[in-house]
């Protein structure tokens, strides 16, 4: 039987060490979080992601925004915030009411803010090998609670299932970076149950519940679900936990997983980011 990988007590640590830094801190770092629409499960995250940040004793601000919100007008927030010293991190909840362009509204985020990671500044210098300010918070979640278990990852073969610049391309290349050999499948990928088979480490990140059964993967391998589908019957992953289990040498759960991890990593990267606005200032 696989091994859990157990994200939700492994975050609930990293916030309790974020807690005990934070309380030495004579000056708090604030979290700004932008909400545009009322997507229901948007405010959920971001509800869970200001206790999260109020608990481990930062600041925060939730900018809430009508449904019908210009993009002009999302965008005169963000300036506001890039020009307020007292703002650390800036998070912008996708995705974002139907009209506006996202990318846009990312791109208008100074880089010393972004604590998901996901301006081209960032994203482009972990693209190149080089450190960003920050890493995108669910890759830099998996390659902790992959490193926190001691998995392997060096010559091994990894296969990411989808490739958004969320999870699947960030996570490729940070598993790049530890010399996995790494394969990017999608929508368009043929033979996929064959490639996944091939894997070491199978991440899932394609928001299609119960995709992944039991024939998809190899013995051993190391499985890592991203996905978060709402159902009738609950929160459901893309792996068929149930059917995977016994087969796996490693297993995320859905929900106890990646979901924390995400979170607590969008904290230590605000912290990180505090720290290093404070050192231009120095």
């Known amino acids: 039987m696989a091994v859990i990988l157990d994200g939700r007590t492994f975050a609930n640590e990293i916030c309790e060490e974020l807690k005990s830094e934070v309380q030495k801190l004579a000056k708090k770092p604030k979290l700004a979080v932008i909400l545009a629409g009322n997507n229901p499960a948007s405010q959920i995250y971001v509800k869970n992601k200001q206790k999260k940040a109020e608990y481990i004793g930062f600041e925060s ?4 925004l009508p449904s019908d919100v210009t993009e002009e007008n999302l965008l005169e927030h963000i300036y506001i915030l890039n020009e307020d010293d007292d703002i650390n991190g800036i998070l ?8 506006i362009n996202q990318q846009r509204i990312i ?5 010393v803010k972004d604590c998901d990671g996901f301006t081209s500044y960032n994203f482009g ?4 090998g080089y450190k960003p300010y920050v890493y995108p918070c669910t890759p830099k979640g998996i390659i902790k609670l992959i490193e926190h278990y ?3 990852t060096e010559g091994f073969n990894a296969v990411v299932i989808g490739r ?8 490729s290349m940070l598993l790049q970076q530890k010399n996995a050999t790494v394969t990017i499948a999608h929508s368009y ?3 996929l149950k064959e490639l996944a088979k091939t894997a070491d480490i199978l991440i899932s990140a394609i928001g299609r519940p119960d995709f992944i059964k039991g ?4 013995e051993n391998a190391v499985i890592i679900d991203v996905g978060i589908n709402r159902t009738d019957s609950g929160i459901k992953g893309d792996v068929d936990f149930n059917g995977c289990l016994n087969k796996a040498a490693y297993i995320t759960p859905v929900p106890g997983g990646i979901g924390p991890m995400t979170i607590a990593m969008l904290m230590e990267n605000t912290l990180e980011l505090y720290k290093i606005q404070r050192s231009f200032k120095n």
């Open 215 to 218: 024939d998809f993967i190899k």
């Open 189 to 191: 990928t043929k033979n």
């Open 150 to 152: 001691n998995i392997q």
């Open 61 to 64: 601000v939730v900018i809430s």
């Open 125 to 128: 210098r972990l693209a190149l």
């Open 107 to 111: 791109e208008a985020i100074e880089p």
């Open 164 to 171: 958004s610049n969320i999870a699947g391309k960030p996570i």
């Open 92 to 99: 912008v909840q996708l995705p974002l009411p139907a009209g």
